[in-house]
């Protein structure tokens, strides 16, 4: 199994930065992503990582903006949020999958932090 415990939401003004920190136990997560979910939307990919720090991928509304990284023995995932919109506002949830085949889905999920961005 897999615990996936998320910190670092708050609120921050536009064109401000946060720093979101993802803490996982239990067993090796290979690749682990952020999701948001806005307010009446449907939860949303926002980026992913490997185990390693390579296969970076991200939504084309945070490329630029947003960055991911692993780091303490890939038992944290880290999602640097910079110049942000309201429309950035959210639920942020981090998510692992056990093995490198996308099929098998991210099965384990955070209990989320909530991001504000307003002035």
């Known amino acids: 199994q897999v615990q996936l415990v998320e910190s670092g939401g708050g609120l921050v003004r536009p064109g401000g930065s946060l720093r979101l920190s993802c803490a996982a136990s239990?067993?090796?997560?290979?690749?682990m992503a952020w999701f948001r979910q806005a307010p009446g939307k449907e939860r949303e990919f926002i980026a992913a990582i490997n185990w390693n720090g390579d296969d970076v991928g991200y939504a084309a509304s945070v490329k630029g903006r947003f960055a991911i990284s692993r780091g303490d023995a890939q038992k944290f995932v880290y999602l640097e949020m910079n110049n942000v919109t309201p429309d950035d506002t959210g639920v942020y949830y981090c998510?692992?999958?056990?093995?490198?085949?996308?099929?098998?889905?991210?099965?384990?999920w955070g209990q989320g932090t909530q991001v504000t961005v307003s002035s």
């Open positions: 998510a692992g999958r056990l093995t490198s085949r996308p099929s098998d889905g991210f099965l384990y």
């Open positions: 239990g067993r090796t997560v290979y690749r």
